[in-house]
């Protein structure tokens, strides 16, 4: 073509844009009317410009007839106000230990701010979100988390006690799925309630998987600060069975900080999702480059 009959840099642009959603029109046929169970953290969390393009993508996956379900964490930000408030915390196995005056901060910080922050940028963007806990409707109801230790030199197991740290006993869905079929999003904090009404502090990724398994959803999206699973050598492995990653994490080819995740997300396909989905949340439209196009953007586990 010569540079005459080119079109104009405009409309270039546009036709790309045109194409790319031509493209997704397959993908929002076969996920209208599912459910997406979204954890929300990291980066993505705490960069503005991330935090408003991800509130877009949520209100856009709505608007497709997708239903998501946003969780999220809240780690660095419940630090921060610890800090501020001059209360001393503890980790244990990347836990933090939790006592009473702790809790509080810690549902004040989550329950609090941080929800009301992204359900304001999701309202911004045109969305209708609406904060909850675990709390709300007893959605997550807890149980409380123990952690057992073994000493080095008498090899003797104790039992850590890592105070209102819970894990989900069950998950009430019922307020989700009435959620289902309106147009509200529904952004939940990861606090759980115990058996005589303790407030309990649960791991973000945890509660996500929960929440997935008991929606059975087509997707869980967890949006982390790393590509994906890689293999030895460096390379995204684009997709895993569940029994492929447990090959991995027994090899280890999946390791550290990674091997929880994987377990949350193997636990959740087991329990009814479609698949799980670890997805770099520092990438721009990433849930909608999963979503929506072949290559996707992060690591798919499936069932075997």
């Not at 209208?32 to 935090?51: N, S």
């Not at 649960?202 to 959803?217: M, V």
């Not at 090959?247 to 479609?274: F, H, R, S, Y």
Request: hydrophobic share 45%; aromatic share 4%; with cysteine.
């Amino acid at each position: 073509m010569s540079k005459a009959n080119q079109p104009p840099p405009e409309r270039s642009v546009w036709h790309d844009k045109a194409k790319t959603l031509s493209e997704a029109l397959p993908y929002m046929r076969r996920f209208a009317g599912a459910t997406f169970v979204v954890k929300y953290g990291g980066h993505a969390m705490g960069e503005e410009h991330l935090a408003n393009l991800f509130a877009r993508d949520v209100v856009l996956l709505k608007q497709v007839g997708i239903n998501p379900v946003v969780v999220h964490g809240g780690g660095p930000q419940i630090s921060s106000m610890l800090d501020r408030l001059k209360v001393q915390s503890a980790f244990v196995d990347g836990l933090r230990v939790t006592d009473q005056a702790t809790v509080e901060i810690v549902e004040m910080v989550l329950s609090g701010s941080i929800n009301k922050q992204l359900v304001t940028a999701i309202n911004v963007a045109g969305g209708f979100a609406v904060g909850l806990s675990g709390k709300d409707g007893n959605l997550i109801r807890a149980r409380k988390l123990t952690r057992t230790t073994r000493d080095p030199d008498s090899a003797i197991e104790k039992v850590l006690d890592l105070g209102f740290v819970g894990e989900p006993a069950e998950i009430n869905p019922h307020i989700l799925e009435f959620f289902a079929s309106s147009d509200i999003i529904p952004v939940v904090a990861p606090i759980g309630v115990g058996p005589k009404g303790e407030t309990y502090n649960i791991n973000a990724d945890t509660s996500a998987g929960a929440i997935a398994g008991a929606l059975r959803a087509a997707r869980m999206l967890m949006l982390t600060d790393v590509a994906g699973v890689l293999d030895k050598s460096g390379k995204l492995i684009a997709e895993l069975t569940v029994g492929q990653a447990k090959g991995l994490i027994k090899d280890g080819t999946i390791k550290g900080g990674m091997i929880p995740k994987m377990e949350t997300c193997i636990q959740a396909v087991e329990n009814g999702v479609e698949a799980a989905v670890i997805v770099d949340g520092r990438v721009e439209h990433a849930i909608l480059i999963e979503t929506f196009t072949e290559s996707g953007a992060g690591t798919l586990i499936k069932r075997d």
